[in-house]
């Protein structure tokens, strides 16, 4: 979902045509590119393989807007056991998957927007049907994601998250 009428941004004063209500990553924050190469590498739109010894799903975070029925999103990642991420590929195009118990993991994605950083914080991977990526759900902290998550963002902590993404220069100004 996107604003029809779009913001004017407080960065810029420029009038945005839309207000985005979902962010991606592309990688876990340790991947290099220089991986690219590497026959114990893998990257997709949705799994990730570092060294044959680092596992990671991609998912989405979730996230309320209060006062309306719309959901804001985080595309990110989180490190799986080699058992689980396994067991989820196994289980990747399978009719059914939503019914797999949450796999612990941690979330790899630096959102920097986020103090202290997001690096690290205990996750659990909800698989949803083919089709769909995972529902990322934090472990319910004090941590700033965590607590946007647990009770909603308004509509005008969207538009701060669009400026400071489409500015980020100007957190250093």
Same mark, same amino acid.
């Given at each position: 979902? $996107?604003?029809?009428?779009?913001?004017?941004?407080? /960065? /810029?004063?420029?009038?945005?045509?839309?207000?985005?209500?979902?962010? +991606?990553?592309?990688?876990?924050?340790? @991947?290099?590119?220089?991986?690219?190469?590497?026959?114990?590498?893998?990257?997709?739109?949705?799994? /990730?393989?570092?060294?044959?010894?680092?596992?990671?799903?991609?998912?989405?975070?979730?996230?309320?807007?209060?006062?309306?029925?719309?959901?804001?999103? @985080?595309?990110? @990642?989180?490190?799986?056991?080699?058992?689980?991420?396994?067991?989820?590929?196994?289980?990747?195009?399978?009719?059914?998957?939503? $019914?797999?118990?949450?796999?612990?993991? @941690?979330?790899?994605?630096?959102? +920097?927007?986020?103090?202290?950083? $997001?690096?690290?914080?205990?996750?659990?991977?909800?698989?949803?049907?083919?089709?769909?990526? #995972?529902?990322?759900?934090?472990?319910? $902290?004090?941590? #700033?994601?965590?607590?946007?998550?647990?009770?909603?963002?308004?509509?005008?902590?969207?538009?701060?998250?669009?400026?400071?993404?489409?500015?980020?220069?100007?957190?250093?100004?």
């Amino acid at each position: 979902m $996107t604003n029809d009428a779009g913001f004017t941004c407080s /960065c /810029c004063g420029a009038q945005h045509p839309e207000l985005p209500m979902a962010y +991606s990553t592309a990688a876990p924050y340790v @991947w290099d590119e220089s991986f690219s190469d590497r026959s114990d590498c893998l990257l997709s739109s949705d799994q /990730c393989v570092i060294q044959a010894q680092h596992y990671f799903l991609k998912g989405m975070i979730e996230i309320p807007v209060i006062g309306s029925d719309a959901v804001f999103s @985080w595309g990110v @990642w989180v490190s799986l056991s080699c058992e689980n991420f396994i067991r989820a590929a196994d289980r990747w195009d399978a009719a059914g998957r939503e $019914t797999e118990e949450p796999y612990f993991g @941690w979330l790899s994605t630096d959102l +920097s927007l986020y103090s202290p950083s $997001t690096i690290n914080l205990k996750a659990h991977v909800h698989t949803r049907p083919v089709g769909r990526r #995972p529902l990322i759900e934090l472990e319910p $902290t004090e941590h #700033p994601l965590a607590v946007e998550q647990r009770i909603g963002i308004t509509l005008h902590r969207v538009r701060e998250i669009a400026e400071t993404v489409l500015h980020p220069a100007a957190d250093n100004a």
